[in-house]
T-cell receptor, first 115, second 112 residues
Framework: AAGVIQSPRHLIKEKRETATLKCYPIPRHDTVYWYQQGPGQDPQFLISFYEKMQSDKGSIPDRFSAQQFSDYHSELNMSSLELGDSALYFC??????????????FGPGTRLTVL | KQEVTQIPAALSVPEGENLVLNCSFTDSAIYNLQWFRQDPGKGLTSLLLIQSSQREQTSGRLNASLDKSSGRSTLYIAASQPGDSATYLCAASTGTASKLTFGTGTRLQVTL
């Protein structure tokens, strides 16, 4: 079965640089979520989109922005990177219109390292 | 604001033992609760999801229960194996298309 795809899997950036993380949800899924997991921490919700509209927002810095495109893939843009942005970034998708359980399926994550 | 905690933070058991992992949440108005497994530096693998209207779910050697009134969920692992060694996370959502609030995780080690 198709899973959530994230790219790149690993990314190394310098401080103050910009990074773009991509997420391709499971086909037919209409909702995308982004989470950040710092070293030794639990995942923290950043932002979500339903049918290309932002549906919820968590502790996402103003330096970060995200959007969901017409093909339902999503991108997380991160500017002015700081050392503290080093983390695993997970994307998850769900099928709000067709799955009453609203199960979120997670991608493998993108490991971002800021030097 | 939903807060989720897990006890114990770490657990070491010999192979073959049955064990219980605990998850507590502060807001009983949850929509569903998911249990995940995470290997070091890896992604999240969904193990079980319990909807608010359910009391338990089973998958193989795993059984998860939910008690909304007491704000608790448990994950029961039967006949533990070394391959079960990982961090187990519970996460609660409070509505459809709602964010998941994760617990602090229990790091499990199953020894030979």
């Amino acid at each position: 079965a198709a899973g959530v795809i994230q790219s790149p899997r690993h990314l190394i950036k310098e401080k103050r640089e910009t990074a773009t993380l991509k997420c391709y949800p499971i086909p037919r899924h209409d909702t995308v979520y982004w989470y950040q997991q710092g070293p030794g921490q639990d995942p923290q919700f950043l932002i979500s989109f339903y049918e290309k509209m932002q549906s919820d927002k968590g502790s996402i810095p103003d330096r970060f922005s995200a959007q969901q495109f017409s093909d339902y893939h999503s991108e997380l843009n991160m500017s002015s990177l700081e050392l503290g942005d080093s983390a695993l970034y997970f994307c998850a998708s769900s099928w709000l219109a067709g799955d009453a359980t609203d199960t979120q399926y997670f991608g493998p994550g993108t490991r971002l390292t800021v030097l | 604001k939903q807060e989720v905690t897990q006890i114990p933070a770490a657990l070491s058991v010999p192979e073959g033992e049955n064990l219980v992992l605990n998850c507590s949440f502060t807001d009983s108005a949850i929509y569903n609760l998911q249990w995940f497994r995470q290997d070091p530096g890896k992604g999240l693998t969904s193990l079980l999801l319990i909807q608010s209207s359910q009391r338990e779910q089973t998958s193989g050697r795993l059984n998860a229960s939910l008690d909304k009134s007491s704000g608790r969920s448990t994950l029961y692992i039967a006949a533990s194996q070394p391959g079960d060694s990982a961090t187990y996370l519970c996460a609660a959502s409070t509505g459809t298309a709602s964010k998941l609030t994760f617990g602090t995780g229990t790091r499990l080690q199953v020894t030979l």
